[in-house]
């Protein structure tokens, strides 16, 4: 078995303290992008969660918005669904916000809470697949537990 990163183990506790039934799995290889882990898993793109961090509102708080792999971010559509202009958000900005680097950023285990946004589509698919901490971990959950335990609002982003 292979030893988890530290930032693994705070996802791995994350789903524990949620009581999912999912675990961290590490990957034989690398999976910095949607396609590369939906290629890795041997899944559908759009089973893939994309854990994207924006800025917006006044003060350009961060904001994460979990999407379809299949699926762009349409910022400004996206950004009058939640009510403010939306900016993508620099690496430093997202380590400092969740504690992972880009390419490996999970919906749960963040350093600072944020509001939380989930692609609708994510919801055709029984399960879906998100990082773990890291490019080369991921996890299995089923959206609804996926919007429950985050707090998650559910929007259009395309």
Do not use: C
Request: aromatic letters at 6%; charged letters at 20%; proline letters at 5%.
């Amino acid at each position: 078995m292979t030893d988890l990163r530290s930032s693994e183990l705070r996802v791995a506790a994350a789903l524990s303290e949620h009581a999912l039934p999912g675990r961290v799995t590490v990957l034989t290889q690398l999976a910095t992008t949607a396609q590369m882990a939906a290629d890795a898993l041997g899944i559908d793109l759009g089973r893939i969660v994309k854990s994207l961090v924006f800025t917006g509102g006044d003060a350009g708080e961060p904001v994460m918005v979990l999407v379809s792999g299949a699926n762009r971010v349409h910022e400004r559509r996206t950004g009058r669904a939640i009510g403010f202009k939306l900016e993508r958000a620099d690496a430093d900005v997202v380590r400092s916000a969740t504690g992972f680097a880009i390419g490996g950023v999970s919906p749960f285990g963040h350093l600072k809470p944020m509001p939380i946004y989930m692609d609708e589509d994510l919801f055709q698919y029984d399960t879906v697949w998100a990082a773990a901490g890291d490019p080369r971990s991921v996890f299995e959950i089923a959206p609804p537990d996926l919007q429950r335990t985050t707090a998650a609002t559910r929007i259009a982003v395309t």
